[in-house]
């Protein structure tokens, strides 16, 4: 009987080991190459395979990649310009690349609890956001960067340039801001989209209501900036188009928004 479970144990491990990861089974690395002063390098960026069951999401799990991941980090620049050095061995940087993505149990973890309603649409969600920190987050994907010649005021809706990182907030909203992610882009990508009118609409008034009195361009900027949050804050449209793409996809979703 014990040498019968010690085989059942071994065979239960090796099954285990052999398992892929839920990253390694969905994601694949695209690489880049070009030129600096002559000398041919490459980079590398995470991608949904097209099999991929979870690419009909995949915007929700590309902002995880790009914002958890350890390797897109500042702290992981280094290590990650190291790996692209690897160029032109492209199966090593590849392979070295995936690792650390696999590798990542925190970055793991949230593709995990993001994949949990996608495999289980019958689950029971229990984890829930209000409508406030929805617009609370959601807000933030509307950034203001840099001045331009003239103070132009250049903004950006971008996966990587937010100002999700900047804010203090005492609960973790991970989950929920790569959903207002996924949403906004799925209104953008349109070829008319309602986001962008009222995004435009919302931040030439705050740029008009601070170039009459500018004192510095930094504190122009900082002051169109956290205007424009608070605009998209309470903005009818956006709050309309994130909950109606929250509608749509609530089955498929580790969270509810409640009221």
Known sequence: MTKYLSILTLIFCISCQNKKSIIEENVSLEIS???????KKASAMPVFNSNSELSKYKKRFEYLLMNVSEMHQPTGFKERTEIWNLYPDTMKLKRLYLDKFIQDLKLVKYFEETNVPIANPDLKITKTFNQVELMKVASKFFYCDQILPDTIVQSHVCIGINGIKEAKWDRDYTILAAFCYEAIFDDLDKD???????????KKVACEQFRKNITSLDKYLED???DLFSRMENNAILKQKLLLYYELNKNNLAFKIIN
């Open 33 to 39: 190459v070009y030129e600096d002063d002559g000398v």
């Open 192 to 202: 008319s989209s309602q986001i962008d009118e009222t995004y435009s609409s919302e």
């Open 224 to 226: 169109v900036r956290l």
